[in-house]
């Protein structure tokens, strides 16, 4: 489509709006606000002309404006809470330090758009220090920051660091097969941590099937947005629409959740029971390499690596891995020291305070590649137990994975 036709034919232009959902009141709380254009009856996307940089800025910035002004027209009649998603490129923020866009919102101000239910998104290839600046600035008025589209070449996780968004959103598109990239997961796990730690709300997008919205919810999503849900439509919907059915899903949800973490804690008590009773055996002797021996014929089929540390994390005993059908003895590893990995002394006061051993989460194991769990038991209140398990015994129980 000729972008002069576009521009030629504003009357043409309109908004779509895309509903998004909360996790915490199962109800509409925004809309997203997307270009449309009419050609000859037939309804096409926008999204290609406002993405084209060959495209001169006061172009695009028009276009996006009469579609913005029709969408904030209709807005008028939403509730004075449901937020607004507003698309906007950096680049054309930045053309003119902002204040065009600034006074553009401002206009709809005393027709009841008040600039805290604006959420501005944007996305850009580098972070820039005049956008940290500027989006800073926006904050003084009540606008919201949503990062999206983060760019491929640079660190996602830098530039929501560096401008501090109140939303981040994550593209569920990779998530269409069943199974993702190995290291998706990893990476949504490091962003719902940092997300956390700066205060942002995760909106998970293109959620087109139930799993997505399981896993979605699983990852910290508050709010969510899809087809699956809701596509873009002309109209805004009743809030309360899906509310029966995203209780109903959160439920089931909620039970398989459940289900899992009944699952690992019957495991821990397992593990408690068996090592206590293996520990029992051995008290006499309470050499370090028999005891792992012993522990070995015990735990022949589940255990991958054992050794025993003290309370500040220096390696006592030898490593103790799994070769084929045989165990082998590491010696090379006394007197090493891991506390400096993420909450191991926080693991160590736990277990020496409530006496009982502890299972980790899923991790992958540095040397082997394998994805594990370590259960780790206090011997006393110096010497503790570490056993990572083996890729197999969590298969086995794959309420564990």
């Known amino acids: 489509m000729d972008a002069l036709d576009i521009l030629t034919n504003l009357n043409r232009c309109f908004p779509y709006f895309q509903p998004v959902f909360s996790a915490d009141e199962h109800r509409v709380i925004g809309y997203e606000i997307f270009g449309r254009?009419?050609?000859?009856?037939?309804?096409?996307?926008?999204?290609?002309f406002f993405q084209d940089k060959s495209i001169p800025d006061e172009y695009r910035l028009e276009v996006d404006n009469a579609v913005l002004t029709k969408a904030f027209e209709l807005a008028t009649e939403l509730d004075k809470d449901v937020l607004l998603f507003v698309n906007r490129d950096a680049d054309l923020l930045i053309h003119d330090s902002g204040e065009a866009f600034l006074q553009f919102l401002q206009q709809f101000q005393e027709k009841g758009i008040?600039?805290?239910?604006?959420?501005?998104?944007?996305?850009?290839?580098e972070p820039k220090d005049e956008m940290d600046h500027l989006l800073n600035y926006y904050r003084t008025f009540g606008i919201k920051i949503a990062i999206d589209k983060l760019g491929e070449g640079s660190s996602f996780l830098d530039q929501i660091g560096q401008l501090k968004p109140d939303i981040v959103k994550v593209d569920l598109m990779p998530l269409r097969s069943m199974n993702p990239p190995p290291a998706y997961k990893d990476i949504l796990y490091s962003l719902s941590i940092?997300?956390?730690?700066?205060g942002a709300t995760l909106l998970f997008k293109n959620i087109e099937m139930v799993y997505q919205l399981q896993f979605a919810w699983q990852h910290g999503a508050r709010y969510y947005q899809g087809y699956y849900?809701?596509?873009?439509?002309?109209?805004?919907?009743?809030?309360?629409?899906?509310?029966?059915?995203?209780?109903?899903?959160?439920?089931?949800?909620?039970i398989y959740e459940k289900k899992k973490l009944e699952s690992v804690f019957q495991v821990t008590e397992r593990f408690q029971t068996k090592i206590q009773e293996i520990i029992n055996k051995?008290?006499?002797?309470?050499?370090?390499?028999?005891?792992?021996?012993?522990?070995?014929k015990e735990l022949d089929q589940v255990a991958l690596r054992m050794y025993i540390c003290d309370e500040d994390g220096f390696q006592l005993s030898p490593n103790m891995l799994k070769k084929g059908i045989d165990w082998e003895m590491q010696p090379e590893y006394m007197r090493k020291n891991w506390s400096w990995r993420p909450y191991f002394l926080e693991n160590m006061i736990r277990m020496r305070n409530d006496?009982?051993?502890?299972?980790?989460?899923?991790?992958?194991?540095?040397?082997?590649?394998?994805?594990?769990?370590?259960?780790s038991y206090p011997i006393n209140a110096h010497e503790y137990l570490f056993i990572d398990l083996t890729y197999d015994f969590l298969y086995k129980n794959d309420t564990l994975l």
């Open 37 to 48: 254009y009419n050609d000859n009856g037939q309804v096409i996307s926008l999204g290609s």
């Open 114 to 125: 008040s600039l805290k239910r604006i959420v501005l998104e944007i996305s850009m290839d």
């Open 194 to 198: 940092l997300a956390r730690k700066i």
């Open 229 to 254: 849900l809701e596509k873009p439509i002309s109209n805004f919907i009743t809030r309360d629409i899906l509310k029966d059915k995203l209780k109903a899903e959160f439920h089931e949800f909620i």
């Open 282 to 296: 051995n008290r006499k002797t309470m050499n370090f390499e028999l005891l792992l021996k012993a522990l070995g």
């Open 355 to 375: 006496k009982k051993g502890l299972l980790s989460d899923l991790y992958c194991d540095i040397e082997t590649g394998e994805i594990t769990r370590t259960f």
